[in-house]
């Protein structure tokens, strides 16, 4: 829960209306190495090295990598399984790494998620180094033809004036710090008659262990509080509770701990 807590100032902060002198961020370890490729060059090329650092997540099966490029133009992209990554060349190269069950992409970063039970980050970093690498000196395009990034939160002509400030709370306020952690949040639907908001959760978040905090907690919060039209908000492919997981009991006590307070829990 420390790294949890550490992380709620930065929704809580955006539900005052303030703009702070500083901003807390969660304390990680960040590691930076420089990895050449390993395909060998026509004679008289130069092997050209990368700088990609890694990030921890709140998951401790995700891990942030920033290859010091773009990543992508606008938006982001979701690849949970490899069938979705076929619209990525890179997708494909690190979902060729046994052990790589996820891959995210943000404007300049890369979330690759790892089995629970499989090889630790110290055996799996190498070869995600190398594809990076690989892959940036390829000179490939980093999504297929025809493939576009995620823009689920462009307000539309024929949006309401509710589904669009939704859509403006969930880009500019609540996206910053859920892609901070290695994820993202995507608006899916909003039932005017119920007041119930539809979201998803991707990439680091979508298998966080404390994603349901995040949501009921923070998000949840959040737009109830600038919203008065919004009366729930869930997540697509919610897991159902299990009352016997040791870590859904310590998120469930949690929960009936900060009940009734104004301290808002955080991206996950």
Not at 47 to 58: D, G, H, M, N
């Amino acid at each position: 829960l420390d790294m949890l807590s550490s992380s709620i100032g930065r929704i809580v902060a955006a539900t005052t209306r303030r703009l702070p002198q500083t901003r807390s961020f969660t304390s990680r370890t960040v590691t930076a190495s420089f990895y050449s490729s390993r395909r060998p060059l026509p004679w008289g090329l130069q092997k050209r090295s990368l700088f990609i650092e890694t990030q921890a997540t709140p998951n401790v099966n995700s891990l942030k990598f920033h290859p010091g490029k773009p990543v992508l133009k606008a938006g982001t992209m979701d690849f949970p399984n490899r069938r979705e990554a076929m619209g990525s060349p890179l997708a494909k190269a690190l979902f060729r790494i046994d052990g790589v069950e996820g891959v995210f992409f943000g404007p300049d970063f890369i979330t690759v998620t790892k089995g629970k039970d499989e090889m630790p980050w110290s055996d799996l970093k190498a070869e995600i180094f190398a594809a990076i690498m690989d892959f940036y000196s390829s000179g490939q395009p980093i999504l297929s033809e025809g493939v576009e990034s995620s823009t689920d939160t462009v307000i539309h002509e024929d949006d309401s004036e509710v589904v669009a400030l939704i859509k403006e709370l969930l880009d500019t306020r609540i996206r910053p710090a859920v892609q901070d952690d290695g994820g993202d949040i995507t608006y899916v639907d909003f039932d005017e008659n119920s007041g119930l908001v539809t979201v998803k959760l991707q990439g680091a978040c979508s298998s966080c262990s404390s994603s349901k905090v995040t949501l009921k907690s923070g998000v949840e919060n959040m737009l109830m509080h600038y919203v008065p039209e919004v009366t729930e908000v869930v997540a697509l492919d919610e897991e159902v509770d299990d009352e016997m997981d040791p870590v859904q009991k310590q998120q469930r006590k949690f929960l009936e701990e900060m009940t009734g307070e104004t301290y808002k829990t955080p991206a996950c």
